[in-house]
């Protein structure tokens, strides 16, 4: 019996995390289920392009080129179509760049109380399910209806990510074919299903969107479409609200090993000995990665270590954290903090980060942070809060110290003690076989790759059985 596959995914470079997982993994994924299907097709969010263009734009200090972005998102997806061997037709990507840029344009331009009004749960969710379902539908067209079975996999936990598989395993349902679907969480976005918890994402910041979520999800568990959850680590199953959820209507969770990477090529950058007074932290510059707190805790080391330089760098979700995070460092007297933007020149972004000697990453919301893995391999200590996906991934290693989530001044102290450290002492924790184990372990996407194939490819066979 013919099987088509229908895979979900943002694979775009230009954007870390996630994205760049996707961007990573997805040629390695395809190659490996290719045999079991007779079909593979993508299908790219309008919302995962809007996103990677805002990083973008508001990364770039006030200016922006439309063809050096459109030139980005569109090279991402013709190299990933290219070693996929999957093509996208490319008056569709072309559309989605063109109405994403002018819908970012548009919205950045939009007055601050009319922004906040549209970011309200209802409007919320109808401004990112309308266009989705637009390009859905022109997506669905094209799909073979001839063919019974119709797998869906989803690589992002987002919310239209989630939208999109219940809207698309409807439509298909409803012209007869069969439907099952599989979801990968590389964020612990169950957070906002479990009793209203209070720590919610900055999207997911009100009942009304509690709720839709909540619905979508138990929408496609009782049609018995969503049969596999997947998990880069254990903290993305946080909140028994969830777990109780999806164990009634017996869907299977697995979490993944190997569930992330760093480029191999990354170990050629590697340094150990000679660094300088540097720190560094990179990711997404929101409130729920600790950028105040780093703010906060960097007065204390410039207090102790004077000659100590904080290099930022990564992009902003908006303006209005952008200057927020800015005018602090203004209002706190920071004298050795510097900005570099947003980096998405691989390369350049591992040499800046290897000249440091610690990474700070006060992150209170992770899954599996490919930071801290890229800066361990860098040859760069990690002070990280205690969450659970730190301590559940990279607890044990010598090379990453562990302070209370919420305590910048103990976040301070052990920063200060790692710029202190004698390169003896520095080589000492970070040549030796734990890490060299667990570098080995993750430094091939391939593994990744193979690890998440063969779980989809186990859940294949048991449906079938």
Not at 102 to 119: C, G, Q, S
Not at 133 to 140: E, H
Not at 277 to 297: D, H, Q, S, V, W
């Amino acid at each position: 019996m013919a099987r088509n596959l229908i895979i979900i995914t943002q694979p775009i470079s230009v954007v870390a995390g996630g994205w760049l997982r996707s961007y990573k993994v997805l040629p390695y994924l395809v190659k490996e289920l290719r045999p079991y299907f007779d079909n593979i097709s993508l299908y790219i969010p309008f919302n995962g392009i809007k996103y990677a263009i805002t990083q973008l734009v508001i990364s770039s200090y006030d200016y922006y080129d439309y063809e050096d972005i459109r030139r980005k998102i569109l090279n991402n997806i013709r190299t990933v179509t290219l070693e996929t061997g999957i093509r996208i037709p490319t008056d569709e990507i072309e559309d989605k760049v063109q109405y994403a840029y002018d819908t970012v344009i548009h919205e950045l331009k939009t007055n601050d109380y009319i922004r906040k009004i549209m970011e309200f749960g209802p409007l919320f969710i109808r401004n990112i399910t309308k266009p989705e379902r637009f390009f859905a539908n022109k997506f669905l067209k094209n799909i073979d209806h001839a063919v019974n079975d119709i797998y869906i996999y989803t690589m992002h936990e987002d919310l239209y990510s989630l939208f999109l598989m219940d809207y698309i395993s409807d439509d298909l349902t409803k012209r007869g074919n069969k439907v099952l679907a599989a979801q990968l969480l590389q964020l612990p976005v169950p957070l906002y299903l479990s009793s209203f918890n209070a720590r919610i994402s900055i999207y997911l910041s009100n009942t009304a969107i509690v709720n839709y979520a909540r619905t979508t999800y138990e929408h496609l568990l009782r049609r018995k479409v969503l049969r596999l959850i997947l998990g880069v680590s254990p903290a993305v199953f946080y909140g028994e609200g969830f777990i109780d959820m999806v164990r009634r209507y017996s869907t299977r969770i697995m979490v993944l090993k190997p569930a992330n990477a760093v480029d191999r090529e990354a170990l050629t950058y590697r340094r150990i000995r000679n660094k300088d007074l540097i720190a560094t932290f990179y990711a997404r510059l929101t409130p729920n990665k600790g950028i105040y707190e780093l703010l906060m805790a960097w007065k204390i080391v410039e207090e102790h270590v004077p000659n100590a330089k904080l290099r930022i760098m990564g992009a902003f979700p908006s303006n209005d954290i952008k200057y927020k995070f800015l005018n602090l460092i203004k209002e706190l007297k920071l004298r050795n903090v510097e900005y570099l933007g947003f980096i998405d020149d691989r390369n350049k972004l591992y040499e800046l980060v290897s000249e440091s000697k610690v990474l700070i990453y006060p992150s209170h919301e992770d899954a599996f942070p490919l930071v801290v893995l890229e800066a361990l391999t860098l040859g760069v200590t990690v002070v990280a809060y205690g969450i659970l996906a730190i301590k559940t991934i990279y607890g044990g290693l010598p090379n990453l110290f562990i302070v209370p989530e919420g305590d910048h001044e103990a976040l301070a102290r052990k920063t200060i003690e790692v710029l202190r450290m004698a390169d003896d002492e520095y080589e000492r924790i970070h040549e030796n076989e734990i890490v060299r184990r667990f570098l080995e372990l993750h430094t091939y996407w391939e593994n990744v790759a193979k690890a998440e194939a063969t779980a989809l490819r186990e859940y294949l066979v048991s449906v079938h059985e």
